[in-house]
């Protein structure tokens, strides 16, 4: 069933702080405004834009992103669960699991009153997801606006049985020009590559400076980020909880040019630094129990 945004709006609505409208492709959209501004698609729970006052965007967009049930969204912030990357086993599921083809429900939005407005949204298993993950669970996500914009993932295990998953928040943070750009906060971080390939464990001393196609995953890191962009005078900075990997990710030209929602010259202006819990640190998690990752991005002028 379709949400009805006007009910969202009298439900839901904060005058001048939370409003409800149809965005691309006809799609419930969600403009929260408190010392930042932020839209958030029912589907997927998928923020889509952060700008702090007058600030260049936090996030990137990508133009060819598909808006429609059962497509993922091309920019912004994919959720990625219950599983993150390509299934373990069976290669017919999603990349990056269920949460982000499916439309969430709102379960409340709140005014702190200092410049702050959060808005949470509920995802629960289906008789569609149990056919492709055999789990009962109830995932809780909320997204806070002030003056830096706050995710929040919480999973619950509604079983009798014990459940593994792994999960990421894979935004697509806005820089000049990536090959102009530094992560810091991984240095001496074990990682595992993607695009060579191998289970092997690699490390790099310094600032992570990418030169080509990037698709890093390390492991067992609990450590904030920054992305360093002189470009764009900023620093992002990348507080974390809840999560263990952090994965870096840009797909560069070829990989650019396979892809069919994003364009072709895109790769130049993002960058994916991503809060995650990824295979090699999987979270396990207890009937009743639950598990929040948390993220918090920040925009510091040089
Ligand atoms: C990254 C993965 O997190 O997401 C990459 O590490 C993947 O392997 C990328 O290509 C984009 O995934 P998707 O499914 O959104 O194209």
Known sequence: MPMDTEKLNSDFGIEGKAYFDRGRGGLPRLTLRGAGTAEVYLHGAHVTSFRHGDEPPLLRMSAQSNFAPGLPIRGGIPVCFPWFGAHPDNEELPIHGLARLMEWEVSGIDDTGNGTVSASFSLESTPWTRKRWPADFRLEYTVTVGEELDVRLEVLNRQKQAFDFTCAFHPYFAVSDIRNVRVTGLEG????????????????????ELAGETDRTYLDTTSDC???????????????????????????????????DFGDEEWTGMICVETANARGNEVHLEPGGSHTMRATYRTVPM
């Open 189 to 208: 971080v074990g990682y595992r590559s993607k695009v060579i390939g191998s289970d092997e464990l690699f490390t790099e001393d310094g600032p992570i």
């Open 226 to 260: 920054e992305i360093i962009d002189p470009g764009m005078n900023r620093w992002i900075r990348i507080s974390k909880s809840g999560s263990r990997s952090t994965v870096v990710w840009n797909p560069w030209v070829d990989k650019a040019e396979r892809m069919e």
